[in-house]
Nanobody, 118 residues
Framework: QVQVVESGGGLVQAGGSLRLSCAAS????????MGWYRQAPGKQRELVAR??????????NYADSVKGRFTISRDNTKNTVYLEMNSLKPEDTAVYYC?????????WGRGTQVTVSS
């Protein structure tokens, strides 16, 4: 079973930046992909960004709403995935969850709150 633990959330003003971290308990190479999802109050959980484990840097994809502002990256030596969030907007406010997708199952962290004030 893979355990994932998020960190780095907090309160920031609009236009500011935050970096989220997600540490996995197993080597990233045993995980097909890792991603960041978010859920705002009263809304469904949505994909924010995802990175695959294959290749030197992995393939990435982003929600349209964060393209050009957020960057997902990974550090294989630390089994960690990062989400760099810039130019934050109040609508980015949500609980952000890390997901690790393996052949067997998907594993979720408990989430970290990101609040962007206007």
């Amino acid at each position: 079973q893979v355990q994932v633990v998020e960190s780095g959330g907090g309160l920031v003003q609009a236009g500011g930046s935050l970096r989220l971290s997600c540490a996995a308990s197993e080597t990233i190479f045993s995980i097909n992909a890792m991603g960041w999802y978010r859920q705002a109050p009263g809304k469904q959980r949505e994909l924010v960004a995802r990175i695959t484990s294959g290749g030197p840097g992995g393939r990435t994809n982003y929600a349209d709403s964060v393209k050009g502002r957020f960057t997902i990256s990974r550090d294989n030596t630390k089994n960690t995935v990062y989400l760099e969030m810039n130019s934050l907007k109040p609508e980015d406010t949500a609980v952000y969850y890390c997901n690790a997708a393996t052949i067997i199952a998907d594993y979720w962290g408990r989430g970290t709150q990101v609040t962007v004030s206007s």
